[in-house]
């Protein structure tokens, strides 16, 4: 039998470097996109020892002709979008960026596959922030989406579209809605990276007071290296079907900045300080995901606990 192979939208990121991985492992060929023409940013997949054994190829997802001519001329049989601008507070700053990063790439995508003679199968990155505000229990697959803010409004937009060309074109396209997933080769602009490096910095001397916003806010955090296997089994299936990729289990800010400072022998409580500046425009006070399709269709469950991820942030 001939190797599959995998075209991954977005390798250059946290998801995409570590599904690269994971593909490579299982013997797929795989192709990585990045916007960047002359110097893309391989340091995640440099990390993971993986840069050589991955063809990259650089295209502008925001343009049909490019993605066109990228999918056509890789003709893979799975094609894995993980890209896109992928931070809720940034897409106060920069919508039209988020929206046109998200939707539209996913349009052109779809257009793509559409138009070619090729069965591929196409998983897309959605979120969690698609259902806003979730109920103790999670949010399912069926719970009504209520965006909050820009990145959210963007991913719900690509999610319909998927759905939309599956009902009418037939085409094998899922979404994963994705809740929050951690790993060291997370940017310091995402707040867990931002407070295991600064009670580091604390511990260490060079840093003095952390700033952070709303401690109170309840996430669903998983370790990102367990989320990529889920979107694989999600293309494995016969049927395209949307999935939850959570834990199921919600902790406060507050609970993981606690077991950070804990870990470098310090009690938070002496070195953060709550800044109202930095509490967001519309902010969710709870969101977290039932897994239990997840479970049950694709035999997948997040296996690391909150402790377990701080450590892995920690040791880097
Ligand atoms: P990253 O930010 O690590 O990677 C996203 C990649 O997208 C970047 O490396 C970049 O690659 C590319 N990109 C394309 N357009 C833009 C843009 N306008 N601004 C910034 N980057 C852009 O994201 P993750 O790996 O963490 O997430 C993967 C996908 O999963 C994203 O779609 C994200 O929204 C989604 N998601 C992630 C969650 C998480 O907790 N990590 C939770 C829920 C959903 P390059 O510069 O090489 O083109």
Known sequence: MSRKSALILGVTGQDGSLLAKFLLEKGYTVIGQTRSVESPRLVNLDRLGVK?????????????????????????????NLSGQSSVGSSFVRPAETFKSHSLAVLNVLEAIRKSELHTKFFNAGSGECFGETKESGAVEESPFSPLNPYAVSKVTA?????????????????????????????????????????????????????????????????????????WRI??????????????????????????????????????????????????ARNIGDPSKASKKLGWRAMSSLPDIVDHLIQG
Request: charge should be negative; hydrophobic fraction near 40%.
């Open 235 to 284: 293309l494995q299936q016969e049927t395209p079907e949307d999935f939850i990729i959570s834990t199921g289990r919600s902790s406060s800010l507050q609970e993981f900045v606690s077991l950070a400072f804990r870990r470098f022998g310090l009690n938070w409580q002496d070195h953060v300080v709550v800044d109202p500046s930095l509490f967001r425009a519309s902010e969710i």
């Open 52 to 80: 050589q054994d991955i063809e990259i190829r650089s295209a502008d997802l925001i343009d049909q002709k490019s993605v066109t001519q990228l999918i056509g001329s890789v003709g893979s049989d799975e094609i894995y």
């Open 159 to 231: 999610t319909m579209l998927i759905a939309n060309y599956r009902k009418v074109y037939g085409l094998h396209g899922c979404t994963g809605f994705l809740f929050n997933h951690e790993s060291c080769l997370r940017s310091e602009a995402f707040v867990t990276q931002k407070i295991v490096r600064g009670a580091a910095r604390i511990a260490g001397g060079d840093l003095e007071k952390l700033r952070l916003g709303n401690l109170d806010i309840r996430r669903d955090w998983g370790r990102a290296s367990e989320y990529v296997d889920a979107m």
